[in-house]
């Protein structure tokens, strides 16, 4: 077994760095999450009002729109919006955190 060398990059301040650098990662992912989400729901009742009212009211779309259909184009564009909110978010969490760094004292 290899001993523990001084300069090693597992000494307990490269851990604490490392478990700060975690959390740091955690935080962002969690924020993109909870935008992402927000977005989702908001674009969920944007879509689903419009879809659902022509669905109902034009001849077309009550002829070629069941169900299915509705569900699909509401639950696509939830999609969409969740996943490009929660990456610009985290994407901005991330270029936040790259200018601050985190100092070694606040450990």
Same mark, same amino acid.
């Given at each position: #077994?290899?001993?523990?060398?001084?300069?090693?990059? $597992?000494?307990?301040?490269?851990?604490?760095?490392?478990?700060?650098?975690?959390? #740091?990662?955690?935080?962002?992912?969690?924020?993109?999450? #909870?935008?992402?989400?927000?977005?989702?729901?908001?674009?969920?009742?944007?879509?689903?009002?419009?879809?659902?009212?022509?669905?109902?009211?034009?001849?077309?779309?009550?002829?070629?729109?069941?169900?299915?259909?509705?569900?699909?184009?509401?639950?696509?564009?939830?999609?969409?919006?969740? $996943?490009?909110?929660?990456?610009?978010?985290?994407?901005?969490?991330?270029?936040?955190?790259? $200018?601050?760094?985190?100092?070694?004292?606040?450990?």
């Amino acid at each position: #077994m290899a001993k523990n060398v001084g300069g090693s990059p $597992f000494e307990s301040s490269g851990l604490a760095a490392l478990d700060q650098k975690l959390a #740091m990662a955690k935080r962002c992912s969690h924020e993109g999450v #909870m935008a992402g989400a927000k977005a989702a729901v908001v674009a969920s009742v944007a879509t689903a009002i419009p879809t659902i009212a022509s669905a109902r009211w034009l001849p077309w779309a009550k002829a070629n729109l069941n169900h299915t259909a509705q569900a699909l184009i509401i639950s696509t564009v939830a999609g969409a919006a969740y $996943f490009i909110v929660a990456d610009k978010t985290i994407l901005a969490a991330a270029r936040r955190n790259s $200018f601050n760094k985190p100092s070694t004292s606040d450990v």
